[in-house]
């Protein structure tokens, strides 16, 4: 159990403490086969079930009773034959009680518990399901179609979970820094292992390598390509040349399940071209002008604005943008380069609780999500508060597929000098992730630093080759 019982057991005070009457049902997750059963994709147990009852186990769910207050797990202990495979563990009531939880009942109980409560006219609050498993369990237990669930869901319980776990407190604070350190480890491997010849999935193993070596393993399949311009590219299949540009983006999550992301951009080469050095200035400007503004009040989506101001006034001045910056940024030209959201919050999931849904966790009455290109993706947008776990993370990408199509259609003509674009075409993609803690101060940078500047990510480039 990563924190003390009454850790757990003021979480769930405090989410009962928000809610009117009923059940809340938390499921947690199954294992789940890769090409047969018995051969299983990585564990990962759900992260709003582990947030309240702490038990990182498969093929478990509980009942919170509002108005009792009291929790149940539901769930089997091993057989004789499971412990002949995957050996003794400390039992589900075990395991349980560490999380202040006392009553335990076998899994086939959960149904009994829920018809049982529904046939006096209780209201069972469930979140979004994001597993088929889940969809089944609901139609099942709840006899609530796949097709309605999502009509069905919980709101005031979305709502309730989301206000908890936006708040990071000290001791999860801790776990994020122990995430983040060991994604300092994955970043500087790739900075010191890259070298013309070898392949990007020579990098990206021994990327992965610290993430294991941590304890934990990877918060999400890991990005790392000659292609930063492809925003999320998984393929790891090119071979790594001089001039090259190299992003990697890639972080840990360790035992506890909290996470780490952070991106870093580098010559493949001892040091930048001019043309790159030029491009990831302005990128650097950006991720340290959000982070120089960083504290509570501050709405994130100022934050977006602020980057993408920086980056449509660096990239005027290599003259691939034109005209008034701020008006190319209010029209949303800016998103030809910069297609995506300044971040996003971190916790246990790397786009911390974005099952629950991207709007409930990001946005509120008062802040409500862009409908321009590029804005549009940006998942936090509200104003910051004391607590919240972030990544600054502003990017340049050079998408041809995206500058023909804006091209053809003359698209912000006013503010983009497309002619100048040719000679960027097989630039690639730039960006920078750091995360970050707000705090009453300001932003405090979770981990240790990983060298970002031109002059110190050339000298490690130049200590590996
Ligand atoms: N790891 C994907 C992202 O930076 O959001
Ligand atoms: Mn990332
Ligand atoms: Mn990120």
Not at 9 to 34: H, P, S, V, W, Y
Not at 314 to 331: F, I, S, Y
């Amino acid at each position: 159990m990563t924190f003390p019982a009454s850790t757990y057991t003021q979480r769930r005070k405090g989410l009962i403490a928000q809610l009117d009457k009923g059940l809340i049902l938390l499921l947690g997750n199954d294992e789940a086969g890769m090409n047969y059963g018995a051969n299983t994709y990585f564990y990962r147990q759900d992260s709003t079930f582990l947030y309240y009852c702490g038990i990182d186990q498969a093929g478990l769910a509980a009942i919170i009773d509002i108005e009792s207050g009291e929790t149940t797990i539901y769930g089997d202990e091993l057989s004789i034959d499971d412990i002949v495979w995957v050996g003794q563990q400390a039992t589900i009531r075990d395991k349980a009680a560490k999380a202040g939880i006392t009553a335990v009942q076998p899994a086939a109980k959960l149904a009994d518990a829920l018809k049982s409560a529904q046939s006096k006219g209780r209201a069972v609050h469930y979140l979004p399901p994001y597993r088929g498993e889940h969809q089944l369990k609901y139609w099942d237990l709840l006899g609530i179609a796949p097709q309605d669930q999502k009509a069905k869901v919980s709101v005031p319980l979305i709502k309730a979970v989301v206000a908890q776990r936006s708040i990071k407190s000290a001791e999860e604070v801790i776990e994020l820094e122990k995430a983040v350190r060991v994604t300092n480890r994955m970043h500087l491997a790739a900075m010191r292992g890259a070298k013309p010849g070898a392949s990007e999935a020579y990098v990206t193993g021994l990327v992965h390598s610290e993430a294991r070596a941590g304890g934990g393993n990877l918060s999400f399949p890991i990005i790392l390509s000659v292609d930063g311009q492809i925003l999320h590219n998984h393929h790891h299949d090119k071979v790594m040349k001089e001039g090259d540009l190299l992003l990697c983006d890639s972080g840990a999550e360790v035992l506890s399940r909290y996470s780490g992301d952070m991106t870093r951009t580098f010559p493949v080469s001892a040091t930048f071209t001019q043309k790159q050095k030029e491009v990831y200035q302005i990128v650097l400007d950006a991720n340290m002008a959000v982070i120089d503004a960083l504290k509570p009040g501050v709405p994130y989506r100022d934050m977006h604005d602020l980057s993408s101001r920086v980056i449509a006034a660096g990239l005027k001045e290599l003259g691939l943008m034109k005209g008034d910056v701020d008006e190319a940024v209010a029209k949303g030209a800016h998103a030809l380069f910069f297609p995506h959201g300044l971040g996003h919050m971190m916790g246990m999931d790397v786009h911390d609780m974005e099952n629950l849904g991207e709007d409930y966790v990001g946005y509120n009455d008062s802040i409500q999500r862009s409908k321009l290109f590029g804005t549009a993706y940006l998942r936090l947008g509200r104003e910051l508060e004391p607590g919240f776990v972030l990544t600054v993370e502003p990017g340049i990408y050079f998408i041809p597929e995206l500058m023909d199509m804006w091209q053809a259609e003359g698209k912000h003509a006013e503010y983009i000098n497309y002619d100048k674009l040719k000679a960027y075409r097989d630039f690639g993609g730039i960006r920078i992730e750091d995360d970050y803690l707000i705090t009453a101060e300001g932003g405090h940078l979770l981990g240790d630093p990983v060298p970002k500047t031109v002059a110190d990510v050339e000298a490690v480039r130049r200590a590996a080759l």
